[in-house]
């Protein structure tokens, strides 16, 4: 039996023994063709999880009874990722694929290289949450990926904070470990804050600040690799590692 598809509310909708959902989700619900009856998966984005069932159907609600709830818990480590802001659409694309492969921030990064010029930060902010929450519906995660404001390399590297415990990884062309081996030295690792360049790579001066933060540059193998390529190696290969 195929698993039910997920969607995702904010915890206050859940209310008693029912789960009404409005928006953008009730015409998804629509293109699938579900009605009265069908069951659901329903995520809070905080960790409970609801199987409900469909009892009733209109324009603009999906109303729905609970059958069972789970608290789950988030996949470990929790990893974020600094992405240096590329050019044209591939942003929306490294986004979609970071949550996919299990990412729980994204940090879009001004670094001295980064060519693009942002503008209207607001609605660009919005339309990559929306491609995170597509994104967390279609591969049935839990929880939905921040995507933070935009930071600049600088102010970002030096205001992180890390917890005990958080492995710091700067992929760089010129990095000479593995991160393979890095990843094995590391497998209690419940964070891990990962870097990565726009096209061009990072400056050698944001690779020293890098480093003095207490960044590993590591290598992600011998051929230079596109900013989209990267981002999604070394996430797969985290996920590889700790999952």
Known sequence: MPRPPRFFISPEQAAGHSITITGEDVRHIAVLR????????????????????????D????????????????????????QGIPKSDKMDLIIQKATELGVSALVPLVTERTIVKIRD??????????IAREAAMQSSRLDIPQIEP???????????????????LFPWEEGTEPVKNVLKRNPDAGNIVVL????GGFSGKEANEAK???????????????????A???????????R
């Open 34 to 57: 579900m009605e009265s009856g069908d069951e659901l998966l329903i995520a809070d984005g905080r960790g409970m999880e609801y199987a409900v069932r469909i009892m009733g159907i």
């Open 59 to 82: 324009r603009t609600t999906v109303r729905t009874e609970i059958i069972s709830q789970a608290k789950r818990e988030p996949a470990s480590p929790r990893i974020t990722l600094g």
């Open 121 to 130: 930060e607001e609605k660009r902010a919005g339309r990559w949450q929306k």
């Open 150 to 168: 935009v930071r600049s390399f600088r102010d970002y590297v030096f205001s992180l904070n890390p917890a005990p415990g958080t492995l710091l």
């Open 196 to 199: 990565v360049g726009p096209e």
């Open 212 to 230: 003095s933060r207490g960044f590993h540059p590591v290598s992600l193998g011998s051929n230079i690799l596109r900013t989209e390529t990267a």
């Open 232 to 242: 999604l190696a070394v996430l797969s290969m985290i996920g590889y590692e700790y």
